[in-house]
């Protein structure tokens, strides 16, 4: 999973890792990040997107081998 997570563009990456690795709420992502709440929340999602389609990739390719 956290191969993955190292695909990610580091924006991504960032509040991936402080979110999950690190267990920070959103707003206390924007605060250390200077950001908005509602920054942070909309680039947790895009980059919870952004996984879920390398994940996706990942598992398609090892169904076809």
């Known amino acids: 999973m ?3 997570v190292k ?3 580091e924006n991504y990456r960032e509040v ?3 979110f999950y690795e690190e267990g920070y709420q959103t707003d206390e992502i ?6 908005t709440g509602a920054n942070i929340r909309t680039r947790l999602k895009r980059a919870r ?3 879920k389609e390398i994940l996706k990739e990942e598992y398609d390719f090892c169904e076809q081998v």
């Open 7 to 9: 695909e990610l563009p």
């Open 30 to 35: 924007a605060e250390i990040l200077g950001e």
């Open 16 to 18: 991936i890792h402080l």
């Open 49 to 51: 997107a952004k996984l």
């Open 2 to 4: 956290w191969e993955a």
